[in-house]
């Protein structure tokens, strides 16, 4: 049986990833709307990555006899200004995320509750590589973005980036 504080905390992480992936398609919209659809592309694929991060987190807790309390999701709140702005908002996001598993990881280790250890050990790999995406993409940007013809190649390279499910086994 899971821990009260822990299946509060893995509750809340359900909420936060599908608020990630509204964020990530207000990215994608706004990417959408100035046409360019490589990047609307990179931020709808981020959006399916996190609507199913909420999908495991949810699995976990059914898998382990401990309710599922689905609350309400907030509504994006960010504008920009430039095209930079949902990138670096995005690697902020992503480093938040990563101090609320880490919260969670803290919590399960603090009870000796190894098996929703090992179950975070995959979203802690998981948000190390979501920083370096994000911030090699900004990096990216801030390289080739203020060159239309730079921009163009980076937006087109992005139209490449497909879908994985993930394949964590619980």
Same mark, same amino acid.
Request: glycine share 4%.
């Given at each position: 049986?899971?821990?009260? +504080?822990?299946?509060?905390?893995?509750? +809340?992480?359900?909420?936060?990833?599908?608020?990630?992936?509204?964020? $990530?398609?207000?990215?994608?919209?706004? $990417?959408?709307?100035?046409?360019?659809? *490589?990047? #609307?592309?990179?931020?709808?694929?981020?959006?399916?990555?996190?609507?199913? #991060?909420?999908?495991?987190?949810?699995?976990?807790?059914?898998?382990?006899?401990?309710?599922?309390?689905?609350?309400?999701?907030? /509504?994006?709140?960010?504008?920009?200004? @430039?095209?930079?702005?949902?990138? &670096?908002?995005?690697? &902020?996001?992503?480093?938040?995320? +990563? *101090?609320?598993? #880490?919260?969670?990881?803290?919590?399960?280790?603090?009870?000796? @509750?190894?098996? +929703?250890?090992?179950?975070?050990?995959?979203?802690? /790999? !998981?948000? *190390?590589?979501?920083? /370096?995406?994000?911030?090699?993409?900004?990096?990216?940007?801030?390289?080739?973005?203020? @060159?239309?013809? *730079?921009?163009?190649?980076?937006?087109? !390279?992005?139209?490449?980036?497909?879908?994985?499910?993930?394949?964590?086994?619980?």
């Amino acid at each position: 049986m899971l821990d009260k +504080t822990v299946a509060e905390l893995l509750n +809340t992480q359900i909420n936060k990833e599908f608020y990630s992936a509204y964020l $990530y398609l207000d990215f994608a919209n706004y $990417y959408k709307d100035a046409e360019l659809n *490589g990047f #609307h592309n990179w931020y709808q694929v981020q959006a399916q990555e996190e609507r199913d #991060h909420a999908m495991l987190f949810i699995q976990y807790l059914q898998n382990n006899d401990a309710g599922v309390t689905l609350e309400a999701i907030d /509504k994006p709140d960010k504008s920009f200004e @430039d095209f930079r702005g949902p990138l &670096e908002a995005g690697l &902020e996001h992503e480093r938040y995320v +990563t *101090g609320l598993i #880490h919260v969670i990881y803290d919590a399960a280790y603090s009870v000796k @509750d190894f098996r +929703t250890m090992q179950f975070l050990d995959w979203f802690v /790999k !998981e948000q *190390g590589e979501e920083e /370096k995406n994000a911030s090699e993409l900004l990096k990216r940007y801030d390289l080739f973005g203020h @060159d239309p013809k *730079g921009l163009y190649m980076l937006d087109s !390279e992005l139209a490449a980036r497909v879908y994985a499910a993930p394949s964590l086994v619980l």
